[in-house]
Every structure is written in C-alpha cells, then in structure tokens.
C-alpha cells in the first residue's frame, strides 16, 4: 500500500485528568473519505485543532505526506495543504461572501505584503473565488455580507473557503450540523461531487452522510479510536452500536 | 515531500466546473462602481475648500484659522495612521503618542544638533532641512514601532492595550528625566525647519506644505486599505483564527501594519514640532495616546477619512470650548459619549447615514 497522505500516529492530548485523543492512529489516502464519527465529548473537534496546530499535542506523531508536521503554524500547515471548515462557523462577517473565499484565493497565491493595487479589482482572484463559491452552490450570493447569510448557507462558504485554499486534504469538521434536511442533502451532493477528487476527513454526526460518503469509518469514544473499517464492518460491529449507533436509534 | 511548487498551488483550479460557473463568473461584478464617485466628488470639494482656507482666511483677517487648519491636518494625519493599526487591524493600541513624540523629538534632537554645531553620538550631524528631518522621524518611529510591536503584538486584549501603554510611559519617562534635551520643559525649536525654494515661517505656507503631505499620506492610506494587505488586515480584525486557517501568518501582517502606523505618527510628530517650534514629553504622554484614540472611534475606526473628521472635530471643540469656559472638558466629555453612543460609526457614521437617507 502506498503511503497515506495523512498519517496520525500514537496522538496523545490531555486537559487536566481528561484525556481527548488517547493514543489516536489513523491515516487518511489520497482521494479517500475518510469518516470519523462519535459522541459528543469523544475528541473529534480537539483532533482536528491538533491537525491544524492550533492546538500542541503531548505526544504522537502528524505526517503529511510522509514529512512530521509537528513544528509547523497552522499558517504554514493551511498552506501546505491542509484545510479544515469550523463547526461553529468562522468567517469574516463584515465582508461579502466573495470576499471570503477570494481572500483564501489571495493566500494561496502567494505573500500579500501588495499595497497598490486593488485587491477587489483583481480578475484572476476574483473569477477563481466565484468558481469555488458556485462549487458550494452559493454563486447566487457572491455579493451578500457573510453576516446576512442564512445558516446552512454560511456552512456552504464555509465549505467554498476551504475548497479556496486548495489542499490536499479537506478536515471538515461538523460539515452537516445545524443543517435542514434540504440542506444536509444539497451538502451531501456536494461533498459527492468532491469525493474522489480531495482527500477528505469527515467529522460528522449524521449518520445518513456518513454512509453516503465515507470510503472508510472510524469511531472515537473518549478519545480512543474503537473501531476502523470499512462502512459495513463498522455498522456490524457489536461494540460500536452499543457505544454509538445504538445510541442514536 | 509536504512542499510544492508555487505553479502547482496557483493552478490548484476548482474541480468541478459546469456552466453555472461560468456564468456566474461572466455575471460577476468586478468592479464597485457609483459609491466611488460619490466619495470622489466630496474629497475634491473639501480639497477645494482647504486649498482656498488661506485666501478666506486673509478676506475674514482671520489668521488663526489657518494655523487651526494646520494642527487639525497634522492631527488627522496621526489619527488616521492609528486607525490603519486599531480601526483597520484591530490592534488597540494605548501608546501611539510614543511615536508622534518620536517624530518631534528627531526634529527637535537634530535641530538643537545643528545650532549647537556638534555632531549626536559624535557621528550624526545635526540639520534643519525639512525633508531630512522628516524622513529620519519616520524612519527613527518606524524602528521603535517594530521593536515595541514585535514584542507587544505577542500578546492580544486587554494585556496588548497594557503593553503598548507601558512602552509609551517608559519612552515619556526617558525624555523627562533627558536634561540634556530639555527634560521635563521640553525643546524649543527655535525657527522651523527650511524647505529649499518656500518659506516655512509664513504659516500659510507651513498650511499648503502639511496640506500636501496630509493629501498624499491619506492617498497612500487610500491604496493600502483596498490593498491584498489591508484585505488581509481587516481580515485579522474580523477573525484571526480564520486568516490562519487559510495559510496567513497574522503575526508578519499585524507587525508590518504596526510599523506603518507608527511611522505615520512620527511624520506627524516631525510636522508637529516645527508647526509649534516646540516638542515636549507631553506629546509622548499616555492622554495624547488617549486624545488619538478618541478622534479615531469620534471619526469612525476603520474608516479613510473618519479620523480626520474626529480630529477635526475634537480640535475645533477642544479650542472654541477652551476660549468660552476652562472646565471644557465638562462640555466635550458628554458630547463624545452622545455621538459614541447614537451613531456606531462616529462622524463618518452620521455623514454615510444622511446621503443614505438623501438616495432614499
């Protein structure tokens, strides 16, 4: 097998008395979706936070595409490939939805230590951000202010941002919560369209997207990964339905 | 290997491309259009009227309007490099005065220099060529900006706010206990600096010279705001943990916005000094920090021309107050927190909120 894009090694994080990744391995392959399902409490979002430096894990290893990543910001991981969209969204709410994903377009192009030109009037940025808004479905509301737009749509730019900064591997964290079921269903068709193309790893609590999209599942519970395998294995398996599926039904 | 090339990341094109892409695309407004013209006109009426306050003022025999002028232009040119780093970058900063004083006392060092014919440090001689001073002002700001930004900007809140104060309390104490320099009664600058060809002692000359270092600066101002930087900049404000997220190293963006906002302040503190032929620790003292502070958020933080408009409006109470009543600040207090609370977006606010009302 050739090796993951992604590979998680014996990751450990501790608040105090509580462990949230207890020794944590996963890899993620390029192209794959990987699933990361659990409940609440279980780690999920801490993992990602540890994947995009954000926050310092005790121990274990992050490799990206085989090179320990361990010192580097979250700047210099966002621009060597890794991208993540927020549970609780995080967007630049006084300016346009346009606004959002060019300036995501702008930092892949390079340093913006640019103070001439006008970044607004730039058409290569401008045309790329509005090809990745209408890729989340949202090119109908370029010019609209992030902080009019609706929930499910802010969860779209979200997406469009991440997609901007063109990684290699897409952390999508929470990518359905809060949504509608049109909507869940419009974000499910998306991130189909994308499956294949980017590798991803998806936390996610709904259990329909998860089967519609993972190649490959695994499950945390208290910050212990229980259960790796293919979706049918993992629906099968015993341990996994009385810690979470079971839960849910 | 996590590295790639450049070519490879900005050919990273989207991968899903139908023709609702490329007609939103082809649809898409690029530019901004009507709202610049109307903002174009305004800057060139009052550009008109300032470039003529010096021939009204000698009809009306009003000369003290003209060097009223000139301390409000001076100021907004501070003002509004405080806005670059706390109305547009988000960094509240209680010691820009640190760097307005700078600026004055470069001037006022180098004069004191060339009257008394010795050289500072034994090497740098002193001038009193305007273009020399200034550029060293800035220059000199610009230096204590990124020292005390680099090491004030690893922090954020409330104990940056502190940090940036003490800085500027630390500088204030260094020039009052600098006998050598005027100590706590300061320097006077006995004739203001010479600009080849004018005479900078007519006052409205000094007008029309800070009128066009005041035109300039807030173009240069003008091009950085809409600038790939002062995009990133706003970004910051409005969530940093998002502008990383995307691959912006915040700190470098914060550190160089820092430096130029200082800088802008030391050129106004050069101007300053030569306007008033006087520098003193009170310029580098934390109320003329404070004083800055309240002209930006009075103006409107975040805005081009918000800063100027809140020193203008400050100076003009701030004088007409003080000739009517000593106990002024009794009357501006409440008027700055009345126009705090009513209207968000200070000054620039209330002018925006009319011609709103006057498209209907």
Same mark, same amino acid.
């Given at each position: 097998?050739?090796?993951?894009?992604?590979?998680?090694?014996?990751?450990?994080?501790? $608040?105090?008395?509580?462990?949230?990744?207890?020794?944590?391995?996963?890899?993620?392959?390029?192209?794959?979706?990987?699933?990361?399902?659990?409940?609440?409490?279980?780690?999920?979002?801490?993992?990602?936070?540890?994947?995009?430096?954000?926050?310092?894990?005790?121990?274990?290893?992050?490799?990206?595409?085989?090179?320990?990543?361990?010192?580097?910001?979250?700047?210099? +991981?966002?621009?060597?490939?890794?991208?993540?969209? $927020?549970?609780?969204?995080?967007?630049?709410?006084?300016?346009? *939805?346009?606004?959002?994903? &060019?300036? %995501?377009?702008?930092?892949?192009?390079? /340093?913006? $230590?640019?103070?001439?030109?006008?970044?607004?009037?730039?058409?290569?940025? +401008?045309?790329?951000?509005?090809? /990745?808004? %209408?890729?989340?479905?949202?090119?109908?509301? %370029?010019?609209?202010?992030?902080?009019?737009?609706? /929930?499910?749509?802010?969860?779209?730019?979200?997406?469009?941002?991440?997609?901007?900064?063109?990684?290699?591997?897409?952390?999508?964290?929470?990518?359905?919560?809060?949504?509608?079921?049109?909507?869940?269903?419009?974000?499910?068709?998306?991130?189909?369209?994308?499956?294949?193309?980017? &590798?991803?790893?998806?936390?996610?609590?709904?259990?329909? %997207?998860? $089967?519609?999209?993972?190649?490959?599942?695994?499950?945390?519970?208290?910050?212990?990964?229980?259960? *790796?395998?293919?979706?049918?294995?993992?629906?099968?398996?015993?341990?996994?339905?009385?810690?979470?599926?079971?839960?849910?039904? | 290997?996590?590295?790639?090339?450049?070519?490879?990341?900005?050919?990273?094109?989207?991968?899903?491309?139908?023709?609702?892409?490329?007609?939103?695309?082809?649809?898409?407004?690029?530019?901004?259009?009507?709202?610049?013209?109307?903002?174009?006109?305004?800057?060139?009426?009052?550009?008109?009227?300032?470039?003529?306050?010096?021939?009204?003022?000698?009809?009306?025999?009003?000369?003290?309007?003209?060097?009223?002028?000139?301390?409000?232009?001076?100021?907004?040119?501070?003002?509004?490099?405080?806005?670059?780093?706390?109305?547009?970058?988000?960094?509240?900063?209680?010691?820009?005065?640190?760097?307005?004083?700078?600026?004055?006392?470069?001037?006022?060092?180098?004069?004191?220099?060339?009257?008394?014919?010795?050289?500072?440090?034994?090497?740098?001689?002193?001038?009193?060529?305007?273009?020399?001073?200034?550029?060293?002002?800035?220059?000199?700001?610009?230096?204590?900006?990124?020292?005390?930004?680099?090491?004030?900007?690893?922090?954020?809140?409330?104990?940056?706010?502190?940090?940036?104060?003490?800085?500027?309390?630390?500088?204030?104490?260094?020039?009052?206990?600098?006998?050598?320099?005027?100590?706590?009664?300061?320097?006077?600058?006995?004739?203001?600096?010479?600009?080849?060809?004018?005479?900078?002692?007519?006052?409205?000359?000094?007008?029309?010279?800070?009128?066009?270092?005041?035109?300039?600066?807030?173009?240069?101002?003008?091009?950085?705001?809409?600038?790939?930087?002062?995009?990133?900049?706003?970004?910051?404000?409005?969530?940093?943990?998002?502008?990383?997220?995307?691959?912006?190293?915040?700190?470098?963006?914060?550190?160089?916005?820092?430096?130029?906002?200082?800088?802008?302040?030391?050129?106004?503190?050069?101007?300053?000094?030569?306007?008033?032929?006087?520098?003193?620790?009170?310029?580098?003292?934390?109320?003329?920090?404070?004083?800055?502070?309240?002209?930006?958020?009075?103006?409107?933080?975040?805005?081009?021309?918000?800063?100027?408009?809140?020193?203008?409006?400050?100076?003009?109470?701030?004088?007409?107050?003080?000739?009517?009543?000593?106990?002024?600040?009794?009357?501006?207090?409440?008027?700055?927190?009345?126009?705090?609370?009513?209207?968000?977006?200070?000054?620039?606010?209330?002018?925006?909120?009319?011609?709103?009302?006057?498209?209907?």
């Amino acid at each position: 097998m050739a090796e993951a894009l992604l590979s998680i090694d014996g990751l450990v994080k501790r $608040f105090g008395g509580l462990i949230a990744s207890d020794h944590v391995s996963l890899d993620v392959s390029a192209g794959e979706v990987h699933a990361l399902i659990g409940p609440n409490g279980a780690g999920k979002t801490t993992l990602i936070s540890q994947l995009m430096g954000e926050l310092a894990p005790d121990a274990g290893t992050i490799r990206l595409a085989g090179a320990d990543i361990a010192g580097m910001s979250t700047a210099a +991981r966002a621009y060597n490939g890794l991208a993540r969209t $927020f549970q609780i969204t995080q967007l630049l709410d006084e300016y346009s *939805s346009l606004d959002n994903v &060019a300036l %995501a377009v702008q930092a892949r192009a390079g /340093h913006s $230590f640019r103070f001439w030109s006008d970044a607004r009037r730039s058409e290569p940025l +401008r045309k790329t951000a509005i090809a /990745h808004l %209408a890729q989340a479905g949202l090119a109908a509301r %370029a010019d609209v202010r992030a902080a009019n737009l609706a /929930h499910g749509e802010r969860k779209q730019l979200e997406l469009a941002v991440a997609l901007a900064a063109a990684p290699r591997i897409l952390l999508l964290d929470e990518p359905m919560a809060g949504l509608g079921i049109g909507d869940s269903q419009q974000m499910i068709e998306i991130l189909r369209g994308l499956k294949g193309k980017l &590798a991803m790893l998806l936390v996610e609590h709904d259990m329909d %997207a998860v $089967f519609a999209l993972a190649d490959r599942i695994s499950v945390l519970v208290y910050g212990r990964v229980i259960a *790796s395998g293919d979706p049918e294995s993992i629906r099968a398996n015993a341990e996994v339905r009385t810690a979470y599926l079971g839960e849910s039904e | 290997m996590a590295e790639r090339t450049m070519a490879e990341r900005t050919m990273a094109e989207p991968t899903v491309v139908d023709q609702n892409i490329a007609e939103a695309v082809a649809s898409a407004k690029i530019g901004i259009g009507g709202r610049d013209a109307v903002q174009l006109g305004l800057v060139l009426i009052a550009l008109a009227f300032l470039v003529s306050l010096p021939f009204i003022a000698r009809a009306l025999d009003a000369s003290t309007l003209v060097t009223l002028a000139t301390r409000i232009m001076i100021f907004a040119i501070a003002a509004a490099s405080l806005n670059l780093a706390l109305g547009i970058g988000g960094m509240v900063s209680f010691g820009h005065a640190a760097f307005f004083g700078i600026g004055g006392y470069v001037v006022g060092i180098l004069y004191r220099h060339f009257v008394s014919g010795e050289a500072l440090f034994g090497f740098i001689s002193g001038t009193n060529q305007l273009v020399i001073t200034a550029a060293a002002a800035i220059l000199v700001s610009g230096l204590a900006a990124a020292l005390f930004g680099a090491l004030s900007l690893r922090t954020s809140g409330v104990q940056f706010i502190m940090i940036t104060l003490a800085f500027a309390q630390m500088l204030f104490f260094l020039f009052v206990s600098l006998t050598a320099y005027g100590g706590d009664d300061g320097l006077i600058v006995r004739r203001r600096n010479v600009l080849p060809g004018l005479d900078t002692r007519d006052d409205a000359t000094f007008y029309f010279i800070c009128l066009a270092v005041a035109v300039i600066f807030f173009a240069l101002l003008h091009r950085i705001m809409r600038s790939r930087f002062g995009v990133v900049l706003g970004g910051i404000r409005q969530n940093e943990r998002r502008m990383a997220s995307i691959g912006i190293p915040t700190y470098s963006y914060k550190l160089v916005a820092f430096v130029i906002s200082g800088m802008g302040c030391g050129l106004a503190g050069a101007l300053m000094a030569n306007f008033a032929r006087f520098v003193s620790p009170d310029m580098l003292h934390w109320m003329q920090s404070g004083e800055l502070m309240i002209m930006v958020i009075l103006g409107g933080a975040g805005t081009l021309f918000g800063p100027a408009l809140g020193a203008a409006l400050w100076i003009i109470l701030e004088t007409s107050l003080a000739a009517w009543t000593e106990h002024w600040q009794f009357v501006l207090g409440p008027v700055i927190i009345l126009i705090i609370l009513f209207f968000r977006g200070g000054l620039h606010g209330i002018l925006t909120t009319i011609r709103g009302n006057a498209h209907g």
